[in-house]
């Protein structure tokens, strides 16, 4: 048994048979073959080193003859190892007398390898690890000979093990039988994570890497709750958790029961919970859940699940399938905020060496006029069949609002010459999510009908802490001192000026916050479908005022980490179930 500690992104336990994507989207298979079939393997490995000796020597001879001898050397380097006899006799002791998978016996040698030099002083040594690596593909690739595709064609539930997952992978994940997933990478604030949340799947981010101490088929334990992996679990392991899977089940039931009941404070004060989805079914977990409406539709995902750019119709039935889903509620089209890590299959910006900082989302869509009159046209048609809002992201400037307001006028009118039906009176609004629209705040309050903040790239955006990066976790904390002064200016600011404000960061949908954010004046909660009953449930149970009470006590403290201890006792205080 081993334990990996990660980062929590999605709650829940899933218990299963993991199916193990390495670096280069490989699937790798079981860890060992059967006895009998020993001579059989070492062949296929053999055949697989002579077949990318031939690939390295066709390349070394290509390039020496294009740009001289002395480029193709550096293919003859990669031969020589290749072709290293210690190397053979390892990968051939660990096939016969461990009965090593070749897969496995290349991939545990060669990364073994690959360590030695990226621990040596010299720059230049260390590099060698990725001529290394490089060979370690070649060979995977000949002996697999089946590439990540794989992954869509499952017959049986499992959880996925990888170094990566781009969101546009997770969300192309088969949602009938993946159970959970691990990543070596990726943060607390990636957008693979809410992927997870929305598939409502346990997941963990972030383990660093482990790949190579595990094999398809093993059985594996996914702790969406603590980030917790564990990798053939003793049995004692294995029955502590199935109980837990019981304990989260009659939790979720109970949870289910609030359904029906207003989500209003303990002393009667009505709030609003409503949805965050990136998928049309989603809408389906709302209506279930009691969602007041849709707060955040995050609309890329039209983008990342399709090899095309979408149509003017894909569009719209997406958008018409949720409207129609909430009836009169209301339903916040969010304009796509593509860039950054959810990356489609447009051109790309050259040079983006700080996509965060870069041509990412509302920025992306002024420079693609077309891209972007084809989203929005489709988002006022489907605004004539409920209560359509329209939200644009990343909004650091009034010019930038005023341009995409702009051009949102420009398609009405459009849409008005050709006699078709919209909203008139639609509502368009912001997120604020970049520190400079906090600063702002009394100027864009005059000329939007609505905030949303978006405390994911707030944190990210205010604290300077890449939010998909494991190695800064500890400083992306929504609980810092900073993120919460700017929480306070824009909630005021809203309030002063009778503005609607609500919270759709990951923040609203976790309950150790939802006192504070009681506290300091929201009324408007999106959270992901998941997390609804929860967040309903803390409500229910506090009053306004010992909210106020966490929130004067909170904002006199200096330190994140102290926070989130009195946060979390609090909660444990106020709702022992939920602050376990
Ligand atoms: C946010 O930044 O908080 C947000 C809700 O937007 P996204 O997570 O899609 O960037
Ligand atoms: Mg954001």
């Known amino acids: 048994m081993q334990k990996l500690q990660g980062i929590a992104v999605s709650p829940g336990v899933a218990i299963g048979e993991a199916l193990v994507m390495d670096h280069e989207g490989f699937r790798i298979p079981r860890r060992f073959v059967a006895r009998d079939a020993v001579e059989e393997e070492l062949e296929r490995l053999d055949g697989a080193i002579a077949s990318v000796g031939q690939e390295i020597a066709g390349n070394r001879d290509a390039v020496a003859r294009e740009l001289g001898e002395k480029y193709g050397a550096i293919f003859e380097a990669h031969l020589q190892m290749l072709q290293d006899a210690r190397l053979h006799g390892e990968l051939e002791e660990m096939i016969r007398q461990r009965h090593y998978s070749p897969e496995y016996a290349v991939s545990h040698a060669l990364r073994r390898y690959a360590q030695v030099f990226q621990r040596l002083e010299s720059s230049y040594l260390a590099e060698r690890a990725n001529d290394i690596f490089d060979i370690e593909k070649r060979l995977l690739r000949h002996l697999l000979g089946r590439r990540r595709e794989e992954i869509s064609n499952l017959t049986s539930d499992v959880l996925v093990l990888a170094h990566n997952l781009t969101p546009s992978e997770t969300t192309n994940l088969d949602r009938k039988f993946v159970q959970g997933f691990v990543t070596e990478v990726g943060g607390p604030g ?120 979408p149509t003017e119709e894909v569009h719209y039935q997406a958008y018409s399938q949720v409207v129609r889903a909430m009836g009169d509620k209301p339903v916040t089209i969010r304009t796509f905020d593509l860039g950054a890590d959810k990356v489609p299959h447009l051109p790309e910006p050259e040079d983006e060496r700080n996509p965060f900082l870069g041509l990412r989302s509302i920025r992306l869509a002024l420079r693609n006029l077309p891209l972007f009159r084809t989203q929005l046209r489709a988002a006022l048609r489907a605004s004539a069949l409920g209560s359509v809002r329209i939200m644009f992201p990343l909004v650091s400037t009034l010019l930038e609002f005023r341009q995409a307001k702009m051009v949102l006028n420009d398609v009405m009118e459009d849409l008005e010459e050709h006699g078709i039906d ?53 400083l992306y904390n929504p609980a810092d001192p900073a993120v919460l002064k700017l929480i306070v200016a824009a909630i005021q600011a809203a309030d002063l000026n009778s503005v609607p404000i609500d919270l759709c960061g990951q923040m609203s949908g976790n309950p150790i916050y939802t006192m504070l954010l009681l506290g300091l004046g929201l009324r408007h909660f999106s959270v992901s479908p998941s997390a609804m009953p929860e967040i309903k449930d803390v409500c229910r149970h506090v009053t306004i005022e010992q909210c106020q009470a966490v929130a004067n006590r909170v904002m006199s403290m200096e330190n994140a980490q102290d926070i989130k201890r009195y946060l979390k006792e609090e909660l444990k205080a106020c709702v022992p179930e939920l602050g376990e």
């Open 422 to 474: 919209f909203d008139h009176d639609l509502q368009i609004g912001m997120m604020v999510e970049v520190p400079a629209a906090v600063m702002m705040i009394d100027s864009f309050v005059e000329v939007v009908d609505f905030l949303s903040i978006g405390t994911n790239d707030l944190v990210q955006y205010t604290l300077a802490v890449d939010r998909s990066n494991k190695d800064v976790v500890e």
């Open 190 to 309: 990636s957008h693979t994570a809410i992927v997870a949340e929305a598939l409502e799947i346990p997941a963990v981010v972030g383990t660093g890497l482990f790949l190579t101490e595990v094999s398809g088929g093993d059985q594996v334990i996914i702790d969406g709750d603590n980030g917790l992996v564990i990798l053939q679990p003793n049995e004692e392991t294995l029955a502590r958790y199935r109980h837990e899977v019981e304990e989260i089940r009659t939790l979720a039931t109970r949870l289910q029961s609030l359904r029906d009941l207003p989500m209003e404070t303990a002393d009667g004060v009505r709030l609003q919970l409503l949805g965050n989805i990136e998928f049309p079914y989603e809408v389906d977990h709302c209506v279930d859940r009691g969602a007041d409406g849709v707060g955040l539709y995050r609309t890329e995902f039209l983008y990342l699940g399709s090899e095309t750019e």
